[in-house]
Nanobody, 113 residues
Framework: VQLVESGGGLVQAGGSLRLSCAAR????????MGWYRQAPGKQRELVAT???????HYADSVKGRFTISRDNAKNTVYLQMNSLKPEDTAVYYC????????WGQGTQVTVSS
């Protein structure tokens, strides 16, 4: 199983980015999909999660600015990030929970002030 992330990059404050993460390979019974991030010198933190039923959870710091969604037919999870702030700068990791837990390789998001 491989999680393929895309969509990171450099953006100015106030801008938007959309991250994608596709689970490839033999993966069954995907439950929760989510995004985490890790800034330099900080611990990895939860950004947002979405269950197979569509229930979502967001970190307080991104509520109202980020939207998580998923396409179950494509085993893909998305993170639409709007009104980005410099403090959103981090490596963003995709996470998929099935019978096992899988992590993506990470994609860099840099927000300039």
């Amino acid at each position: 199983v491989q999680l393929v992330e895309s969509g990171g990059g450099l953006v100015q404050a106030g801008g938007s980015l959309r991250l994608s993460c596709a689970a490839r390979g033999s993966i069954f019974s995907i439950n929760t999909m989510g995004w985490y991030r890790q800034a330099p010198g900080k611990q990895r933190e939860l950004v947002a999660t979405i269950t197979s039923g569509g229930s979502t959870h967001y970190a307080d710091s991104v509520k109202g600015r980020f939207t998580i969604s998923r396409d179950n037919a494509k085993n893909t999870v998305y993170l639409q990030m709007n009104s980005l702030k410099p403090e959103d700068t981090a490596v963003y990791y995709c996470n998929v929970e099935a019978l096992l837990r899988y992590w993506g390789q990470g994609t860099q998001v840099t927000v300039s002030s």
